[in-house]
């Protein structure tokens, strides 16, 4: 099964709710704890898994994402390190690894894509690359079998939506918000969920500012195939004594909160 099959049945798979994708740093708050981390996402019910590997520069995290990779790499993260990491879980659950461009061409892409499949990545989120400078890296993962993930926003045009539509694999990765990562209150998402979803054939997730069971069901009743959570997470992977076990314990809230019928919060309900 190549990584494209692998996200699409992972998709498919999910108990006819919504995906749960969790996002966890590689290597933070070390490589054997994230992997742990990981694990009991896994063991929670969580469907995919967003990797990510540390960066200096990394321009769309948000502070909570960005402090956990500048202390990864503190605590020695390296590429290599995650990429260990990934091919422990990767026989679990489809594994995306989420990095930034100079990650990759500092061992040249190609190099990296296949070093990524053999670790059993099943695709690559790499935000800082735009659709016009895509090709190189598409056509490597396309070779590979990895699905190169596509990320649009709120401000994406309807001309620029279709065309990245088209090219998507794997799914594509809606940012609910313009900025960075980070938990927030979102709006209603079902416009926006509906014009991604008539660009493109592969599924579609929905990520950035989802942290409460409540979010992810909302995030799921506006139409999201998939939600993402990132920083939630991370924040309780740096706050907590024991990381895996209260990563588990949130993601296992997250996954009730997506198998619940979505709540009717255009009713009145009873307060107190
Ligand atoms: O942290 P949030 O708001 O829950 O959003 C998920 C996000 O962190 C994760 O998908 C991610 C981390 N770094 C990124 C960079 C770009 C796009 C996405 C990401």
């Not at 590997?53 to 020695?76: E, H, K, M, R, Y």
């Not at 895509?134 to 079998?145: K, P, Q, V, Y």
């Not at 990320?151 to 990245?164: E, M, N, Q």
């Not at 799921?220 to 992977?237: E, H, N, P, Q, T």
Request: with cysteine; charged share 20%; proline share 6%.
């Amino acid at each position: 099964m190549t990584g494209i099959e692998h996200i699409a049945a992972a998709f498919a798979g999910a108990d006819k709710r919504a995906a749960l994708m969790p996002y966890l740093m590689g290597g933070f708050p070390d490589l054997d704890t994230s992997r742990r981390i990981g694990d009991a996402c896994i063991d929670a019910g969580a469907d995919l898994l967003e990797l990510g590997i540390p960066f200096s520069d990394p321009l769309a995290d948000g502070p909570v994402i960005q402090a956990a990779g500048t202390a990864a790499l503190a605590a020695g993260a390296t590429t290599d390190g995650v990429l260990e990491v990934c091919a422990a879980l990767a026989p679990r659950a489809p594994v995306v690894l989420m990095t930034y461009v100079n990650i990759l061409l500092a061992r040249g892409i190609e190099r990296f894509v296949d070093q990524a499949a053999r670790a059993g990545a099943a695709g690559l989120i790499v935000p800082d690359v735009p659709l016009e400078e895509s090709a190189e890296l598409r056509d490597a993962c396309d070779a590979a079998g990895l699905a190169l993930v596509a990320l649009v926003a709120p401000t994406t045009p309807d001309d620029r939506l279709a065309r990245i539509g088209a090219l998507a694999r794997g799914f594509v990765y809606t940012v609910a918000v313009t900025g960075t990562t980070g938990e927030r209150r979102g709006g209603d998402a079902s416009e926006l969920l509906a014009r991604v979803k008539r660009s493109t054939s592969v599924p579609v997730a929905l990520g950035f500012g989802i942290s409460t069971p409540e979010d992810a069901a909302r995030a799921a009743a506006d139409g999201a195939d998939g939600v993402i959570v990132g920083s939630r997470l991370v924040r309780a992977a740096a706050e907590a004594q024991d990381p895996a076990t209260e990563v588990g314990r949130l993601v296992a809230e997250l996954a009730a909160g997506l198998a619940a019928p979505p709540a009717h919060t255009d009713s009145a309900a009873p307060v107190g």
